[in-house]
């Protein structure tokens, strides 16, 4: 794992071989991604402090960099950062703005086609937004979906989100080992069509993308036989 450390470089690395790079295509649909801390740090160095799910990313469906020389300007989203720091942490070097600036590299410029987005401010600020008008934290908690040393059934986890958004999400874990008998609820994504409306996830035949994706970076679809270890902090 080391080799392909941080997590999300690596992680970022395989969604750009896996999906079509077209640069002039806009993309059309937007995820929005949930980390746990303790199940990302479970895998990468850091010791978790935070026990609520925060921000990984909002991810258009099409393209990868697609314009380097719109570099990061952190000035650009001061008036963010106290909710930047809260709720898109960077659980590696907290004290960092390097997670965003490589967020905005990668995917920022992507999503910046549409006009809606097109700028860091927009991007960003449409990212908290979205984050906290879905609320994914409060909802598993209302569903009593909370970190706990008992184990889950994958269906309970999936059923509460579903029901109470009305959309697929994709649901991510951790396989500890090959045969291990529980595996750790890692990732949560939620998808968003253009409009910012809520949509389905995927689509059949983008699951076989992810699943070869995901085996590399150490997330993977959650198996629907396994008991979920949802971890809370240590
Ligand atoms: C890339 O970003 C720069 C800086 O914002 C901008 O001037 C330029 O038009 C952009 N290029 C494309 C192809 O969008
Ligand atoms: C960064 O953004 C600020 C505020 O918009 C601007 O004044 C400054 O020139 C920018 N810096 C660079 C290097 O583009």
């Given at each position: ?11 970022m690395?395989?969604v ?11 993309w059309?649909k937007l995820i929005l991604t ?22 990984h990313g909002l991810w258009p469906d099409k393209g990868i ?38 967020e905005?590299?990668k995917h920022g410029?992507c999503a ?15 990212a ?61 994504e939620?998808c ?43």
């Amino acid at each position: 794992m080391r080799l392909c450390s941080p997590l999300i470089f690596c992680l970022m690395a395989g969604v750009a071989s896996a999906f079509v790079i077209s640069p002039n295509h806009m993309w059309t649909k937007l995820i929005l991604t949930h980390h746990w801390p303790s199940t990302f740090c479970s895998m990468e160095p850091c010791h978790p402090t935070i026990s609520y799910w925060t921000l990984h990313g909002l991810w258009p469906d099409k393209g990868i960099e697609c314009n380097s020389t719109w570099h990061f300007n952190s000035s650009e989203i001061e008036d963010l950062r106290p909710d930047m720091e809260k709720s898109w942490p960077d659980l590696i070097k907290p004290a960092s703005s390097g997670f965003w600036k490589y967020e905005w590299q990668k995917h920022g410029t992507c999503a910046a086609k549409a006009e809606s987005l097109n700028s860091q401010h927009k991007y960003f600020s449409k990212a908290l937004e979205l984050y906290h008008k879905l609320d994914l934290d409060s909802i598993l908690k209302k569903f009593d979906i909370t970190p706990s040393e008992k184990y889950y059934k994958f269906s309970q986890i999936e059923a509460a989100i579903e029901n109470f958004y009305s959309v697929k999400p994709k649901i991510q874990c951790v396989h500890p080992s090959k045969n291990a008998d529980v595996q750790l609820l890692g990732q949560i994504e939620i998808c968003f069509d253009t409009d910012f409306a809520l949509q389905d996830c995927e689509k059949e035949k983008d699951r076989v993308k992810y699943m070869s994706v995901d085996k590399v970076s150490g997330f993977s679809v959650c198996d629907h036989d396994i008991p979920v270890y949802y971890p809370p902090l240590p």
